[in-house]
DNA sequence: CGATCGTATCGATGATCGTCGATACGCACC
DNA sequence: GGTGCGTATCGACGATCATCGATACGATCG
């Protein structure tokens, strides 16, 4: 019996300017925490081809659009998008009946940031 | 050029050049396995805070400095740097009794440019 | 030699992850 | 309201992972 759905909080910290770099200064716990997170994020192929459709797009894709190209099921692709979400990487909104998901260009550039 | 004639271990693409990036073309399968792995290694506190110790020192850094700041047994150190060596992100070189391990700057470079 | 020291591997265990079928949810249209 | 459609969640399963004690390996030194 597990607890009730847990409501955990999206991003811990500021998802734009976390982090210290890794090459010149030495990271401390917390921030070593959340930026594995981050990484775990794209630590998976089929996450990193969902990134790369959703970043290569112009605008916005359709979660419609990504099911067939990833050639996973429905709610395998439904939540590893959540990840990527979650991870604030790509954002999310429903309008009507389709989910619409985008990039979030700051987001990869921080990560980048921080593999110095 | 600038690839090594060392007896590297095995791994599945050239450390350096590979993967074309995220953000501006579509992954393929291998690329995005491969970039996986690589981002696979980043995604454990533990190997984030092992290798900003090893990259923010200047040249080489002794096994033995590893164990008590990271705050793990030595196997598990151990098991971590092997990680992040088989990932290219680490070089590992024994001498006498100890190891030293350096980091591998090009192939984080690698990783930056495959997160556009 | 044999003793000692630093590191890697082994084996086991508990935790987390990727996956998909079934199903619930929410929206639109009739 | 009822029906149909797109998406998210649930439940379960097998696979992989992080961890550490015990131990093996290999180099140094007396």
């Known amino acids: ?10 991003i811990q910290a ?3 300017a976390c982090c210290s770099p890794v090459r010149t200064s030495m990271l401390d716990g917390s921030d070593a925490q959340i930026l594995a997170q981050s990484f775990a994020a794209l630590a998976d192929p089929i996450r990193l081809t969902l990134l790369s459709i959703v970043a290569s797009a112009k605008g916005e ?8 190209p990833s ?9 590893h998008m ?11 909104e429903k309008r ?21």
């Not at 050639?71 to 939540?79: N, W």
């Not at 959540?82 to 604030?88: E, M, Q, T, Y």
């Open 61 to 68: 894709v359709c979660a419609c659009d990504l099911v067939e």
């Open 82 to 92: 959540k990840i990527l979400v979650d991870a604030g990487l790509v954002s999310r």
């Open 71 to 79: 050639g996973r099921s429905q709610p395998t692709v439904s939540h």
């Open 1 to 10: 019996m597990a607890s009730s759905t847990k409501t955990l909080r999206k």
């Open 14 to 16: 500021d998802p734009i």
């Open 96 to 116: 009507g009946l389709w989910v619409w998901y985008a990039a979030v260009p700051e987001r990869l550039d921080a990560l980048r940031n921080a593999l110095r």
